[in-house]
């Protein structure tokens, strides 16, 4: 079945250092991925939205790129922060899917070392 | 604070008890979703609602669960005859999924 995956399940990065975050998701017709934070006991909270007609979208402090090419969906994270720890998902979405469910991946955590 | 409100925040039964549970989505949002979350994986997709009208339910989605909202506003989640692998976060979320509630979680006991 389809499936949208993250290459890492732990990332563990140094303070003030730059975060990257890959997935891989499987479905071809997906035209819409969104990045969540979750810190523990919390709902996920959204960070970043990409669609397929882009290849890259910048918010504050983070980068999302897409590579369609290889289905592969990244998250950067500039200057990490101890407040950045957290569970971050990727999570996909096709037109075809007129219902707008999303699909997640299992998750990676990050730890930031102050 | 996105805006979504979920109650209660957690909710301890034993098994073989019902439960419901409430999620107010913003107000404006015709979509609400419904999700479960097991510790260390990522939401699963449960059910939604455009408007009142309940679109589409997972698999996952047995007879023992049932989702309601009547208005189109608030929407409840039940769980009948609860059984321990029913434990788990329930989550509720506005519009596409910008917007999630911080989630209700369920442990059976």
């Known amino acids: 079945g389809e499936s949208v995956g993250l290459h890492l399940p732990t990332l563990s990065v140094q303070?003030?250092?730059?975060?990257?975050?890959?997935?891989?998701?499987?479905?071809?017709?997906?035209?819409?991925?969104?990045?969540?934070?979750?810190?523990?006991?919390?709902?996920?909270?959204?960070?970043?939205?990409?669609?397929?007609?882009?290849?890259?979208?910048?918010?504050?402090?983070?980068?999302?790129l897409l590579n369609k090419t290889v289905k592969h969906l990244s998250?950067?994270?500039?200057?990490?922060?101890?407040g950045d720890s957290a569970v971050y998902f990727c999570a996909e979405n096709s037109f075809y899917n007129q219902g707008g469910k999303l699909i997640f991946g299992q998750g990676t955590e990050l730890s930031v070392k102050p | 604070d996105t805006g979504v409100s979920q109650n209660p925040r957690h909710k301890i039964t034993k098994r073989g008890q019902n439960v419901t549970f409430r999620c107010d989505p913003i107000s404006e949002h015709n979509r609400l979703y419904w999700y479960r979350q097991t510790l260390g994986q990522?939401?699963?997709?449960?059910t939604y609602f455009q408007n009142e009208a309940?679109?589409?339910?997972?698999?996952?989605?047995?007879?023992?669960?049932s989702a309601e909202r009547p208005k189109g506003s608030f929407s409840t989640l039940e769980i009948q005859r609860?059984?321990?692998?029913?434990?788990?976060?329930?989550?509720?979320?506005?519009?596409?999924?910008?917007?999630f509630g911080p989630g209700t979680r369920l442990t059976v006991l």
């Open chain 2, 42 to 46: 990522g939401p699963e997709f449960l």
């Open chain 1, 75 to 82: 998250l950067q994270i500039a200057a990490t922060q101890p």
């Open chain 2, 54 to 65: 309940q679109l589409e339910k997972s698999r996952l989605l047995s007879d023992r669960f």
């Open chain 1, 15 to 64: 303070e003030g250092d730059n975060s990257i975050i890959n997935c891989a998701y499987s479905n071809s017709a997906s035209d819409y991925f969104i990045w969540y934070k979750q810190e523990s006991g919390k709902g996920p909270q959204f960070i970043i939205d990409i669609r397929s007609n882009m290849d890259k979208r910048q918010g504050q402090r983070v980068t999302v």
């Open chain 2, 82 to 99: 609860t059984e321990q692998g029913d434990s788990a976060m329930y989550l509720c979320a506005s519009s596409l999924g910008k917007f």
